[in-house]
């Protein structure tokens, strides 16, 4: 009775941030381009203004996450630094920048004087539940604002801390001063997991949920989420491929190794790497070697593990990547295809014929020649923050999500007069 009690009152606090949200949400759709850049202008001037509270916050989130035995690899993904937050900054004045999409689309005229218009309208209220990344708070509520969303976030309790002082001194204050009502951005109080399950049952208030973070528990929320009617964009899995070709440059090789693992406990680092049989030998020791630099140990056949593992979720070995060899190119595409997420796979290869073939055979979200899969990326690849990445095999949205996908379309019909 006394979980119960809790998942009641979890729920009900979700429920009163979604009306909170709901009712604002007017405020925001009506709001002039020039106000929704300002507002995002003035977050950026807030975010440095207010460092040190930001930072101070981050700092206590981060040592009670050290206390409580978080791994190196998530203990990255919460600390802010100094050089993230002027990053954070500088996406926002970016964001602001960027041109807003064109809310009404000449399609053609129809027969009768009449002509059609594809209509671009926001959704309404849009929630997003994710773990232990605090410039997700910023990176989702601009995105929202950019595309006159309302927004209900919900974090766990590693970066709630951060991401409550965020809305508070950066947030909140920018709507304020855009003249927005800054009830259009909410941040569920509660910390507990039920408030993510919550968050995927209100069709009415909370029709589409941003989705991201560990496998398991994204995917359990989708499947909840469909149970209650409620739409979702999950990035749940990744996982980046390289596919070492035998008419690879190895120096190039080399730096498409270390490029991609600059960073571990992300989804678009290199995770799997296969190499073609016929250069394994001449290959390896420069990709061993690459891999020794970063510090990363390498998983060889016979594999404990499916060979599409995603070593950034395993806290104890996230410093891994998997290793085998492949007979050809055509068995590099179908291990990507076929046992891996299908976030992103790369080719490196001289040989412009096999990049090719490999571009026409894999069917994931983002794929590479001679490029790292870490810039899968909506700031890297469209200069704009994301909300995520999705992989769903389905017309919408997919890869890196952005503003200009945060909408529904509304066919209108109307005289061509008019």
Same mark, same amino acid.
């Given at each position: ?30 709001? =002039? ?14 975010? !440095?203004?207010?460092?040190a ?13 050290r206390?409580d035995?978080?791994s ?8 802010? =630094? ?11 004045r ?10 009404s689309?000449?399609?053609?005229e ?16 849009i ?8 410039? &997700? =708070? &910023?990176? @989702?509520?601009?995105? !929202? ?10 974090t766990g ?9 965020l809305?508070? &001194? ?15 951005i909410?941040? &569920? ?22 989705l ?6 994204t995917r359990?929320?989708a ?6 009617? @409620? ?12 596919f ?16 991609s ?55 104890e070995r ?13 068995a590099?595409v ?5 046992? =891996? ?6 080719i490196?290869?001289?040989d412009?014929?096999a ?7 894999y ?21 704009? %923050? ?10 919408? %949205? ?21």
């Amino acid at each position: 009775m006394a979980e119960q009690a809790v998942a009641d009152e979890v729920s009900k606090a979700v429920e009163e941030c979604a009306r909170a949200a709901k009712q604002a949400a007017p405020s925001l759709a009506a709001a =002039t381009d020039e106000a929704i850049d300002a507002a995002l202008n003035s977050m950026a001037d807030r975010l !440095l203004a207010r460092r040190a509270e930001v930072l101070a916050a981050n700092a206590d989130d981060v040592d009670k996450a050290r206390a409580d035995g978080m791994s190196a690899g998530l203990l990255d993904r919460l600390r802010i =630094t100094e050089e993230r937050l002027t990053g954070m900054a500088e996406q926002l004045r970016l964001l602001a920048g960027t041109p807003h999409p064109e809310r009404s689309i000449p399609i053609k005229e129809l027969d009768g004087g009449l002509r059609l218009v594809e209509r671009r309208r926001p959704v309404g209220v849009i929630g997003a539940n994710y773990e232990a990344r605090p410039n &997700v =708070t &910023v990176d @989702v509520a601009s995105q !929202l604002v950019k595309s006159r969303n309302g927004g209900v976030l919900r974090t766990g309790s590693a970066a709630l801390g951060s991401a409550q002082r965020l809305l508070d &001194v950066v947030v909140a204050p920018a709507l304020t001063d855009a003249g927005i009502d800054p009830g259009v951005i909410q941040l &569920v109080p509660r910390a507990e997991r039920e408030a993510a399950s919550a968050l995927v049952s209100f069709p009415d208030l909370v029709p589409l949920v941003i989705l991201r973070g560990s496998g398991d528990s994204t995917r359990a929320l989708a499947r909840a989420a469909a149970q209650h009617d @409620v739409r979702t964009l999950a990035h749940a899995d990744g996982g980046g491929v390289l596919f070492v070709d035998k008419a690879a440059d190895l120096g190039k090789v080399r730096e498409l190794v270390t490029g991609s693992l600059d960073r571990l406990g992300v989804c678009n680092r290199l995770n799997l790497l296969l190499i073609d049989a016929a250069a394994y030998d001449e290959a390896w020791p420069v990709i061993s070697a690459a891999l020794d630099e970063r510090g990363v140990q390498a998983s060889l056949p016979p594999h404990s593990h499916p060979i599409g593992y995603e070593w950034a979720l395993d806290s104890e070995r996230e410093a891994t990547v998997t290793v085998s060899q492949v007979t050809d190119l055509a068995a590099a595409v179908s291990i990507a295809n076929e046992q =891996t997420s299908g976030l992103a796979a790369g080719i490196a290869t001289e040989d412009a014929a096999a990049a090719e073939a490999f571009f026409d055979g894999y069917t994931g979200t983002g794929v590479f020649w001679n490029a790292p899969t870490r810039l899968l990326d909506g700031f890297k690849l469209l200069a704009v %923050p994301e909300t995520g990445i999705n992989l769903d095999n389905v017309p919408g %949205p997919r890869g890196p999500v952005t503003y200009n996908d945060l909408y529904v379309r509304q066919f209108a019909v109307l005289p061509v007069t008019s």
